[in-house]
C-alpha cells in the first residue's frame, strides 16, 4: 500500500492570497499543531526581509521534529544559501524551487523565455542538491502548459537532483477525470517521474479540488497539499479522512492522525480567526517559547547563548555576558532554569536603557457585559501622551492604548505572567516580547496588580525599541 504525504501550506497560502494575518506567535502554535498529527511536511513563505524572516524560519525550523519543513528559495545564490541557513536547524528540511511554466506565467511572472526557464530552474536545483538531497521543483499553472514541454522541464529538474517534482492546478477548471487523465498523461510524456514523488496542488474554484486531490492520487501521485484552514484549495481535513476511510479501495493511506483531527483543526481555527486575531494583540496563551529547555549551574556561556538564541534574541556581547552572570546567580540556587525563566532573565539583563516613555497612571474599566477600556498615561521626555483605547480584556486594551500612543504596531511575540512570591500579596511578573525589524526585545514588569506588571513590562521592551532606532 502507497504511502501518500500531506504537505500543510497554510501559511503558505495566507500570504499568497492575503487570507490571513497571522503573527509571529501564531505560526509556531500553528507548527506545533501539524507536526504532532503526523502531516508529511509543513511548507512556510521564504525569505523577502532578510532579518525578519531569517528570525521566523529558524524558530519553526527549532519546533519542527516529525514533519518535513519545506521552504522556497529564489532563483538566485544568495536566496538559496540564505533560506538553507536559517532551516537547516530543522530535522528535515525540503527547498523549494518555484517556476510559473503556462506560456501566460512565464512571460509576465518569470519574464523569461521557455528554454532559459528550463535551464535556470535546473540551475537553481542543482545550487540546492549541492546543500540537501530534499529538492522540489513546483511547476506553478501546470495544468495551462504543453505536456510536451512540461515533460522537458521534469526531465531537466530530475537530471539536476531533484527528488519530488509537484504539479499545481491553479486555474482549478479541471473535473477529477480530467486531472487523473492529466496525470496519467504526465506519466507517460515524463517516464523519469515514477523514480521520484509527484505532488499535486488543486484549486477549488468549482468546489471539486478533494475531488481532484482523490482522482490525482489515484493516477499516482504520492503528495497532496492542503490547508489547515479554508483558503479555496484541498482541505487538509477532508483529505485525511478520505485517504483512511478509503485506504483499500484506493491501495494508497496518509500517517496523519485522523482521531486528533477535529481537536486540532478546531485549534488552528482559533488561531486563524479573523475576528479574534482584529481584536486581540495576543494569543492569551502562557507558554514556554521553547519547548524542552532544562538549563542547570552546570552549563557554560555558550549553551545558554544557543538558547538565547532559540528565543529568537540577538545580543552584543555585552548583553550576552550581562545575561550569562544574571543566569549563574539563578541557576546557583535552583535545579533547573526553564525557557520562561530564561525569557525573564534576558528581559532584566539584556540592553538595559535610558526610559524614553515612563508610565505617568492608567485607569483601567473592564467587566462582562461591555469590553474593556483602558486610559493610559505616558510620559515622553516629559510630555504627558494619554490615549483610551478598547480590547479583549484589560490588558490588551492597555497594549492598544500605549500603541495609541507611541503611533506605531509592534508584533507582539510573546506574553507570559507568572508570580514570583507567594501569598494574598503575591509579586506577579510579566515578561513582553516584541518583534522590531526582525528583532525581539523582551521587557520584564513586576507589580501585585498583573495588569500594572503587563504594561510596565510591555513599556520596558518599548523603551528597548525606542534607544536603538534612535541611536
Not at 534574541?313 to 549563574?328: M, Q, T
Not at 535552583?334 to 540592553?351: G, M
Request: glycine share 6%.
Amino acid at each position: 500500500m502507497r504511502d501518500i504525504r500531506v504537505s500543510d501550506i497554510t501559511m503558505r497560502e495566507a500570504i499568497a492570497s492575503k487570507a490571513l494575518s497571522l503573527s509571529f506567535k501564531e505560526k509556531l502554535e500553528i507548527v506545533k499543531i501539524l507536526d504532532r498529527i503526523g502531516v508529511g511536511s509543513i511548507e512556510v513563505e521564504g525569505i523577502e526581509s532578510s532579518k525578519v524572516d531569517s528570525l521566523r524560519i529558524k524558530s519553526i525550523a527549532s519546533l519542527v521534529k516529525n514533519s518535513t519543513l519545506a521552504v522556497p528559495v529564489k532563483m538566485d545564490d544568495d536566496s538559496i544559501q540564505a533560506v538553507w541557513n536559517a532551516a537547516r536547524g530543522a530535522k528535515h528540511v525540503r527547498l523549494q524551487v518555484e517556476a510559473a511554466v503556462s506560456p501566460s506565467c512565464m512571460e509576465y511572472i518569470q519574464r523569461k523565455k521557455a528554454d532559459t526557464l528550463i535551464a535556470d530552474a535546473a540551475e537553481a536545483v542543482a545550487k540546492c542538491a549541492q546543500l540537501t538531497d530534499d529538492v522540489e521543483f513546483v511547476a506553478i499553472d501546470a495544468t495551462r502548459t504543453d505536456v510536451a514541454y512540461l515533460a522537458r522541464v521534469i526531465d531537466a529538474v530530475v537530471a539536476a537532483g531533484a527528488k519530488t517534482v509537484t504539479v499545481c492546478d491553479a486555474a482549478g477548471s479541471m473535473l477529477p477525470e480530467e486531472f487523473a487523465q492529466f496525470i496519467a498523461d504526465l506519466y507517460e510524456a515524463a517516464p523519469q517521474l515514477k523514480d521520484i514523488d509527484l505532488g499535486i496542488s488543486c484549486c477549488n474554484n468549482l468546489n471539486m479540488a478533494d475531488a481532484c486531490a482523490v482522482a490525482g492520487v489515484m493516477a499516482g501521485a504520492s503528495i497532496v497539499k492542503a490547508t489547515s484552514y479554508p483558503m479555496g484549495v484541498v482541505a487538509l481535513d477532508n483529505v485525511a479522512r478520505i485517504l483512511a476511510a478509503k485506504a483499500d479501495a484506493l491501495g494508497a493511506q496518509s500517517k496523519v492522525r485522523v482521531t486528533e483531527l477535529k481537536r486540532a483543526m478546531n485549534q488552528i481555527s482559533r488561531l486563524c480567526c479573523d475576528d479574534r486575531s482584529k481584536a486581540s494583540l495576543f494569543t492569551g496563551a502562557v507558554s514556554e517559547a521553547v519547548e524542552g529547555v532544562v538549563l542547570t549551574a552546570g552549563d557554560d556561556q555558550a549553551t545558554v547563548m544557543q538558547y538565547v538564541e532559540r528565543l529568537g534574541y540577538s545580543l552584543s556581547d555585552e548583553d550576552a555576558e550581562a545575561v550569562f552572570e544574571a543566569f549563574k546567580k539563578i541557576a546557583a540556587s535552583k535545579e533547573r532554569v526553564s525557557a520562561t525563566e530564561l525569557d525573564a532573565i534576558v528581559a532584566s539583563a539584556a540592553l538595559q536603557v535610558p526610559p524614553t516613555y515612563t508610565l505617568d497612571g492608567y485607569v483601567i474599566n473592564s467587566g462582562l457585559s461591555f469590553k474593556a477600556t483602558s486610559h493610559i498615561s505616558l510620559r515622553k521626555n516629559g510630555e504627558l501622551i494619554e490615549a483610551v483605547s478598547l480590547g479583549d480584556g484589560p490588558i490588551d486594551s492597555s497594549f492598544k492604548s500605549i500603541e495609541s500612543v507611541v503611533g506605531k504596531h509592534y508584533e507582539l511575540d510573546d506574553f507570559s505572567i507568572q508570580a514570583v512570591t507567594e501569598g494574598r500579596e503575591a509579586m506577579g511578573e510579566s515578561v513582553v516580547k516584541l518583534i522590531a525589524d526582525g528583532k525581539v526585545y523582551s521587557g520584564r514588569g513586576i507589580s501585585t496588580d498583573i495588569v500594572e506588571s503587563s504594561i510596565r513590562a510591555y513599556i520596558n521592551a518599548l523603551n528597548k525599541i525606542a534607544y536603538e532606532e534612535q541611536n
